[in-house]
């Protein structure tokens, strides 16, 4: 079993940056891809972005490309989120997801274990 918490939500003012962090522990390893996921109120669960367990493969969704930069150290159990230019329409419950596979992919069902969530609110 892997257990996962995020960590860094909160209120931002648009154009504003956030970061999210998330730990694994349990049976958690090095092989594990990584992604995180958003949902956004009154939507369902999207992905936003997923690194894959070596840090050579990445999947952005669009509408974060070039604003949003997941990562995770070699050999490290905490996934990050840096997120810049931070629109109104990126407030949602951020959750970060583990996949036995070394790379989930964008679908939710690539993934094995969640997070419980963490609220992100951009507004002024």
């Known amino acids: 079993q892997v257990l996962l918490v995020e960590s860094g939500g909160g209120l931002v003012q648009p154009g504003g940056s956030l970061r999210l962090s998330c730990v694994a522990s349990g049976s958690f390893d090095d092989n594990y891809g990584m992604g995180w996921f958003r949902q956004r109120p009154g939507k369902e669960r999207e992905v936003v972005a997923a690194?894959?367990?070596?840090?050579?493969?990445?999947y952005y969704t669009d509408s974060v490309k070039g604003r949003f930069t997941i990562s995770r150290r070699d050999n490290s159990n905490i996934l990050h989120l840096q997120m810049t230019s931070l629109k109104p329409e990126d407030t949602a419950v951020y959750y970060c997801?583990?996949?036995?596979?070394?790379?989930?992919?964008?679908?939710?069902?690539?993934?094995?274990?969640w997070g419980q969530g963490t609220q992100v609110t951009v507004s002024s």
């Open positions: 997801a583990a996949s036995k596979a070394r790379f989930g992919g964008r679908y939710e069902v690539g993934y094995d274990y």
């Open positions: 690194l894959g367990s070596t840090g050579q493969t990445t």
